[in-house]
């Protein structure tokens, strides 16, 4: 028989065919709202649907794949390694799915828009300043700005809801499997407000630091992780927290009216350091800094307005670096 050029169909076996057809839209659903939310019962309201229906859906799923999706704590869920590879493939596709079924619906030209995830290490100095140059150079990109941890934020880029996450991340779990670009080195630093009975001392035991109140970043979070890691290098025991946010406005004016000392990305403090609100006290808490960079998932379409963004980021960072600026 004469060869035709056209290629065979792909060979689909019994068993995967099997599989498909019992794994529902209903259950790949649930799973990508609890692995978003952390949380079978946050995922069942979300659905509007209720708790026992959304962990008989889950169980149902984890038993067509003859393995554990989730790590159930009075806490929450967390992705197991088997769950963590199976949102890999099920965010984006689902993703894939509603931009089908809105094609459907709208045929209209989509807008330019960049869904970006940006983390507090870069959200004060660094992004505003390469939106700005991003907008001079391309004005049509709509940036949309979600912040928060950085896990909070990967999980969403996993799933194909954002488009690109900024900042220090390198370090967290839910980073395996997705793409970083890393651009430079962040330090966290301690700093107090001007005025402050610790300035002017060259060097600061453990004991004078624990007599203050400090301002941190959140548990569960990489910054914190650093912190934590610092408190324990110190042999002393922790200090008191009055305050444990990602909010830098809130943490600089908590820090501007009080003697709380406030662990901040530099980029975060630069200004106020430099006009003499703030000041850094002589404390080094990790020994480089952390990576700052951009993060993309692989498994989806680039976004071309990631790509200016990130050129943008390019350019400023290095313009930081030069001598001359």
């Known amino acids: ?26 259950h790949l659903m649930a799973f990508q709202e609890v692995a978003r939310l952390q949380s079978l019962a946050k995922a069942a309201q979300a659905l509007s649907i209720t708790q026992p229906a959304m962990s008989k859906t889950i169980r149902e799923l984890e038993e067509i794949l ?4 989730f790590e159930r704590s009075p806490q ?7 769950g963590l590879t199976l949102l890999r493939h099920a965010g984006p596709a689902l993703r894939s799915l509603g931009e089908g079924f809105q094609a459907v619906q ?33 004005p049509q990109w709509r940036v949309q700005v979600v912040t928060g941890p950085s896990a909070y934020l990967l999980s969403r880029l996993r799933m194909g809801e954002l488009d690109a996450v900024a900042g220090r991340m390198s370090e967290a779990r839910e980073i395996r499997g997705l793409q970083f670009e890393h651009l430079y ?23 004078a630091l624990i007599a203050n109140a400090w301002i941190v970043p959140p548990t569960s979070t990489t910054l914190r992780d650093q912190v934590e890691r ?52 002589p404390v ?42």
């Open 230 to 281: 610092f408190w324990v290098e110190q042999g002393a025991a922790p200090p008191r927290i009055a305050l444990e946010t990602l909010s830098l406005s809130l943490s600089r004016r908590y820090a501007l009216a009080s003697d709380a000392l406030w662990v901040a990305p530099l980029d975060a403090v630069r200004e106020d350091l430099r006009d003499g609100r703030l000041a850094r006290l």
């Open 185 to 207: 080195y962040e330090p966290l630093v301690l700093v107090a407000r001007a005025g402050h009975p610790l300035l002017g001392q060259d060097v600061l035991d453990a004991e």
């Open 284 to 325: 080094r808490l990790e020994s480089r800094g952390g990576s700052v960079g951009v993060c993309t998932n692989i498994a989806l379409p680039r976004n071309p307005g990631v790509d200016a963004l990130s050129a943008c980021l390019r350019d400023i960072v290095a313009e930081m670096a030069s001598p001359s600026t």
């Open 1 to 26: 028989m004469a060869r035709t050029g056209v290629a065979p169909l792909p060979v689909i076996r019994e068993e995967t065919a099997m599989l498909s057809a019992r794994v529902k839209l209903r």
């Open 106 to 138: 709208d045929a209209a030209q989509q807008e330019a828009v960049v869904r970006l995830g940006a983390l507090s290490t870069v959200e004060e100095g660094l992004l505003p300043r390469a939106l700005h140059r991003l907008h001079a150079q391309a």
């Open 66 to 69: 003859e393995t554990t999706l």
């Open 76 to 82: 929450g869920a967390t992705l197991t390694t088997a």
